[in-house]
């Protein structure tokens, strides 16, 4: 249930839902990333562009990209987020991969807006994946992402989300507890319906839902291909 990145509330600031370990690089750790980073990986290798370029929103520790790139050699990964700490920590990781090209950014985006500044080339990408960031963020940036997917995407990209969702007004109990305790810390979170919520919006971007993996921890990876 609990995301393994530096969610942004309503503030734009960005609010750590379990603790985070630095090391005296700069690089960040988090728990959540470690236990969930393979069965991530696995939905890239099955479903996400593996051998293209994949811009990652609210990129958190930055752990993600860092073991994607080295599992997956094609792979072109840029980071992205707008806390200063966060971004700190994925330079420190682009530093540490001495990848070249394929690790890059951060590049400050703030998902909610129209505009994400030096990202906005578009149809440049081949995908974008945003772990955790819906539900721990106004709706807004769910809707800004979900268009942002729309204008950068190449015709086939793909977009995955990873994280929570309740499915039609059905939800797990766990998650259903999870969203009230976000909730109580800033009405604009919650855990999204995929259905009711989620799907309208890439339907309007011209998004087609592709496939919905169930994951641990009642979590789901969900991938949409641009037409």
Sequence with gaps: MSGDQDDIGSSGKSIALEARNTGEDGRR????????????????AAYMPIDGQVLEIASGTGEHGARFIERFPELRWTYSDLDEISMASQAAWVTHAEAGDRLSG??????????????????SLDGIFCANMVHIAPFEAAEGLINGAGRLLKPGGKLMLYGPFARDGEIAPSNAAFSEDLKRRDQNWGVRDLVQEVLPLAVRAGLTLETIVDMPANNLSVIFRKA
Excluded: H, K, T
């Design 29 to 44: 750790y988090s728990p959540s990333a470690a236990r969930n980073g393979e069965a991530i990986g696995d939905v890239l």
């Design 106 to 123: 951060p590049v400050r985006i703030d998902a909610s807006q129209d505009n994400w500044g030096e990202a906005e080339r578009p149809e």
